[in-house]
Every structure is written in structure tokens, then in C-alpha cells.
């Protein structure tokens, strides 16, 4: 019996959307325990043999993409085989004359199977038919090469705060090196006269990575990361930009225009919302699945962000951006994937343990969740307004907002750099002008009650360290990730509730709001048997936070889920100046009536 089927796989036009479609296994599965089952480290590729069959063809089209200019393009797959089985499935390899004997690694800390291909921008790529299941796979039939029109042209801008509130800079992926073509930003107020800006340009080569599989059967060539500063905006004005490359015979290469709105002087009273989660990753428009496959609910979040897009002013991702964990051309996926969020607003990123960690690197912790990284792509990939960027400490302001943002995978512990920063960056916040001071890290410093599922209170050294500085420049509320899923404790110090109410605070507060906001996406993560008196609302889901400040006085806080967007919790703050001076529990220095 023959039978001919079709799909439709979506390719973002030179990312790494898709790697491998396999039809009859759940794209969404995954280990609600925090492993995270991966489909593809089943494929015993390095066992796959030849089994063409004459009868059997796969052909997709259409074979050029972008020729029109698109940015993503749906690729049709049209399958013929006889006797198709349940165990068939199809597979995308870049580059399209994919040769398994050049893939083993050379560390022997790398397991089998060595999964060396993925679609990346620059690569022709092409579709293969498979029988035999995942264990003993052999190939029935190979399709035609799919090419790019422009496999070099500049794609997925992001956008992130400067070292100044009037600086944004636009940062973004091309092929081109400067030997090749000037990288520059066209850009203007909306409707005006617009001018160019230079853009510097970096990458990075497979001896920057650290570890395996970075540095060994996850390595893509990255092409070139280019950053351009738009200097001396006025406050709250529409501006447009494309991203351009003006070539050695004079010609120039133009992405489409994209808009954005810059920041508010700060300080300055207005409407200003801003959204917080942690640990979101990437996973397939199509279905289809990859290598690190556990972030079943990152395209809910994303699309729950987009379709709230025009009510968000600034975003805050802490930590765990991508989960490529080494396999390098999953950041362009997932820079495809956030495009309509961070080309339209600042999408500020923190370092978390699977951008950063990686032994004898320096990392805090001496583990390889990063896969080799060791923050080398979240530093180069991303700009962060900070003094050294492999330091991804920095601090930032947004009107009425003062953002602390520390590295969890750096020491933190008081004497520490990093302490230092952190109590100068609390310290430096001016309360009448920004009276809402916002701690974030990666790792829980404060308080989770699933915190390794015992019950404890999260990383015991934050607390001892970090809670007097939190309670010293009265933080009103501390964000962290890491663990996947949503709780919200009162208003705490040194363990104990401050503040008894808990959907309306006024007044003094006396104490910090401790927020666990890592639902972005990645496998969710269970809470533990003891019933902390401190947690007011828990929530073992995928969701984010949105802060919307409406003046110096009122804040609302709302945690949404990502599947409907239906606000699950939420509290208010309403204070005055005089509410934020006035001293609480080792809040203040001692007075004396002495003369």
C-alpha cells in the first residue's frame, strides 16, 4: 500500500526554527519533575543506515526563501512511501549535505547520539524520510535542498536600554562581517527626518566556548551580532528604524521597518507598565520537535505578550533565556521567536544558570547547565546596560521604576564586587522621583518554598546577605526564577511577615514582597510539603508578571498566565513619599538627642 501525506513546517527565514518532525511523538511532552525529557536524545542517529526505496520521495518547496523579502515563510513537505508505519518520521538537516561521520565528538564527557545539525541562517537545509523508529533508524528518501534568497541579511533586532534614560540601542544578527558591509540603524522620530548610526560588530569562534557541547557537536558558526546606540531621544516619542548594511560596491541591504516608543525622563508621572518572568525558552511553531525539548509553554507566553504588546512598555526576562544549553543555533530560533516583542520594546535580560555555568569558569556554581556556554552568547547575543557585560550585574530605570539587576551565577555575598553594586545600585534609587525600587536575580536569594521540593526558604546565603540591603533602601518587590513556577509571599523580614494584609498595602509596607515568577515556559516545577506561613499565592503554572505604575503613589501588581492572559493574583500599593522615609526594623541609622 502507498500513501501520500503533507505538512507544513515553518521556517524562520535564516534561524534555527526547526530541527526535526517527528509526527507521532508529543511535541509537548515533558517531565513535570524538573529533568525535562528530550525526544531527540532517543534518536540513535549514529546507527542509522541507508534504505532508499525507489517508491519513496519527499519534496518540499518552495525551494528559495525570502526571494520576496520575508522574514518567515511556511515550507510544504509532500511525502510518498509504501507501507507507511507507525515509526516513520522525518527529520530537517542543515547543512543540506548532512554527513554523520564528521559529527562525533572528540571529548569523551559527550554522549551518544551526537546531534550536530540544526537549521541556522547561511545553511541550505533539506527533509528526510525515516523507517525503523528512533532506535534503529534507516533512511527511505531525501528531498531537494532548500536555499536562502539572502542567507546574509540582518534580522531579529532587539532592543534594550542604554547606560542612559535616553539612549536605546538596537542590536541584531546578520552574515555580514565588516570586511563584507558597514552595519548601521536608519532611524528618527515617526515621520521625520531620519538619520544613520554606526553599529559595532562582534562574534565569537568555537574556542570562546568552554565545554561541551558548545564547543564541540552543538557549535554553529554564529555569523555576526551588530549594536548600534540611538543617542538623545526625546522622552516618550515614537521613533522608527530599519537595520541596514551598506556594501562595498555601494549598494545597500534594508531589513523592514520596525517602531518603538522611548523612555519617560525619570521620575516623570505617567502611565508606565512593565512585565517580569524568568525561564522561558523557545520550542517549534510547527509541532515538530528538538534536542532540548522542555519548554512546553514559552510560545504561550510569547504570544500572550504580543497579543498584550500594546499595553507593555519594558520587558524583563531573568535568566534562563533560551535553553540551548550549547547548541548555539537555538539562540537564533529564539530571537525569531520574541522578535515582535523585543524589536518594539526594551527586552532586558538577567544571567541565569543556563547561561552562565559551566566548571572552572568562575561560575558560582560549578555545573554545566549552560552547556558550555559560560555567557558568552547571552552577553554577545543581548546588550545589557552594564559596566562589564561578562559581569551581568547592572541597573537601569524606567520613569518611575529603579531596577537592581544582579547575577546569581556571580558572588553576591557581602564584601563581594557584586555587593557592592547592589547596595550602591539600591542606594542610588530617588524615592520621591522613582518610589518604586525593584530587586530581580535569576536564583531564589529570598524566599520559594519549592526550593529543591525541602521546604526551605531558597538560597539560605541571599538571604543572610542580600535581606539587610532589601530592607535597608526598602525594596518593595524582589523577582527571581529558577524555579518554574509562581508564588508570592508577603511582606517579609528575616522570615517573618511584616505586614498582615495581602491584596492592599498602604502606608509603610515595613517589609519586601518576595515574587517567584519562573512559569516563562520551561517545565513546571512542584512545591514542597511544608506549608511556609509566609506564601500568600502559589500557583504551579506557566504566567508572568505585569507592574503598572499610574503615578508615585499607586502600583498594581498582577501575575497572568500565559493560556489566557486572566489575571490569577494581584495586590496594590498606595503610599505617599513621607510612607517610604518613614523607618522601619533596621531600616534606619539610630538618632541621639545629642547637641
Known amino acids: 500500500m502507498e500513501s501520500f501525506s503533507s505538512l507544513q513546517i515553518l521556517i524562520i527565514l535564516l534561524g534555527g526554527c526547526v530541527c526535526v518532525d517527528l509526527g507521532r ?9 524538573g529533568i525535562g525529557v528530550q525526544p531527540l536524545s532517543k534518536i540513535a542517529i ?38 507507511p508505519a507507525e515509526d516513520d518520521w522525518v527529520a530537517v538537516f542543515s547543512p543540506a549535505k548532512f554527513n554523520s561521520s564528521k559529527c562525533p565528538s572528540d571529548d569523551d564527557r559527550q554522549n551518544e547520539p551526537y ?6 541562517k547561511r545553511a541550505d537545509f533539506s527533509f528526510a524520510l525515516f523507517s525503523g523508529g528512533l532506535s534503529n533508524p534507516k533512511l527511505v528518501a531525501v528531498s531537494n535542498f532548500i536555499k536562502f534568497a539572502n542567507p546574509k541579511a540582518p534580522l531579529y533586532p532587539r532592543l534594550s536600554h542604554g547606560k542612559s534614560w535616553d539612549e536605546m540601542t538596537v542590536t541584531w544578527t546578520s552574515g555580514y562581517d565588516i570586511t563584507e558591509a558597514v552595519p548601521m540603524v536608519e532611524w528618527g522620530l515617526k515621520g521625520e527626518f531620519q538619520t544613520r548610526s554606526p553599529a559595532g560588530t562582534l562574534t565569537f569562534h568555537q574556542n570562546s566556548m568552554c565545554g561541551i557541547p558548545a564547543r564541540t557537536v552543538g557549535w554553529r558558526d554564529p555569523g555576526f551580532i551588530h549594536t548600534s546606540f540611538l543617542r538623545d531621544l526625546w522622552p516618550n ?24 516608543k522611548s523612555s519617560p525622563y525619570p521620575g516623570q508621572e505617567s502611565l508606565q507598565r512593565v512585565v517580569i518572568f524568568g525561564d522561558m525558552g523557545k520550542a517549534e511553531r510547527d509541532g515538530s520537535n528538538e534536542f532540548n525539548n522542555y519548554q512546553p509553554g514559552s510560545l504561550n507566553t510569547t504570544d500572550q505578550l504580543i497579543k498584550d504588546l500594546d499595553a507593555i512598555d519594558i520587558v524583563f526576562h531573568i535568566g534562563d533565556i533560551t535553553y540551548a544549553n550549547g547548541y548555539i543555533s537555538q539562540w537564533d530560533q529564539f530571537t525569531s521567536q520574541i522578535e515582535p516583542i523585543a524589536s ?16 572552572g569558569t568562575g561560575s558560582f556554581y560549578d555545573g554545566n547547565d549552560s552547556g558550555g556556554e559560560c555567557g558568552v552568547l547571552a552577553e554577545t547575543m543581548f546588550y545589557v546596560p552594564a559596566e562589564n557585560r561578562a559581569k551581568f550585574w547592572y541597573s537601569t530605570d524606567y520613569g518611575m521604576f529603579h531596577f537592581c539587576i544582579a547575577d546569581s551565577e556571580h558572588d553576591w555575598r557581602e564584601g563581594s564586587e557584586q555587593y557592592k553594586f547592589i547596595e550602591k545600585c539600591l542606594a542610588s534609587a530617588d524615592r520621591q522621583k522613582q518610589p518604586w525600587l525593584i530587586f530581580a536575580a535569576h536564583r531564589v536569594l ?9 521546604g526551605s526558604y531558597g538560597e539560605p546565603m541571599g538571604r543572610e546577605s542580600l535581606q539587610k540591603l532589601w530592607q535597608k533602601y526598602k525594596v518593595d518587590v524582589a523577582f527571581f526564577g529558577h524555579v518554574h513556577n509562581y508564588e508570592r509571599t508577603c511582606p517579609i523580614y528575616q522570615n517573618q ?32 510539603p511544608v506549608q511556609t506561613t509566609w506564601s500568600i499565592y502559589k500557583d504551579s503554572d506557566f504566567g508572568f508578571v505585569k507592574l503598572t505604575a499610574f503615578n508615585h503613589s499607586s502600583l498594581l501588581f498582577e501575575y497572568k498566565k500565559s493560556s489566557d492572559g486572566k489575571v490569577y493574583d494581584s495586590f496594590t500599593i498606595s503610599r505617599d513619599y513621607r510612607d517610604v522615609l518613614a523607618c522601619v526594623h533596621d531600616g534606619c541609622e539610630p538618632i541621639t538627642l545629642a547637641p
Open 25 to 33: 511523538v508529543d511535541a509537548a511532552a515533558h517531565s513535570k519533575n
Open 46 to 83: 549514529h546507527r542509522a543506515v541507508y534504505s532508499l526505496h525507489d517508491n519513496a520521495s519527499i519534496t518540499a518547496y518552495p525551494h528559495v526563501l525570502g526571494a520576496k523579502g520575508e522574514d518567515s515563510q511556511w515550507i510544504s513537505v509532500e511525502i510518498e512511501c509504501p507501507n
Open 497 to 528: 511577615c511584616v505586614n498582615t494584609e495581602r491584596s492592599h498595602y498602604s502606608g509603610t509596607v515595613n517589609g519586601t514582597i518576595h515574587v517567584v515568577v519562573g512559569g516563562g515556559g520551561s517545565h513546571l516545577s512542584e512545591f514542597g
Open 115 to 120: 546531534i550536530c545539525s540544526a537549521p541556522i
Open 446 to 454: 529570598g524566599y520559594s518554598s519549592s526550593y529543591w521540593k525541602s
Open 237 to 260: 516619542s515614537m521613533y522608527s528604524y530599519k537595520l541596514g548594511h551598506k556594501l562595498i560596491n555601494g549598494s545597500f541591504i534594508w531589513s523592514k521597518s520596525y517602531s518603538f
Open 344 to 359: 518594539t520594546v526594551p527586552y532586558m535580560i538577567a544571567s541565569g544558570n543556563h547561561e552562565r555555568d559551566s566548571p
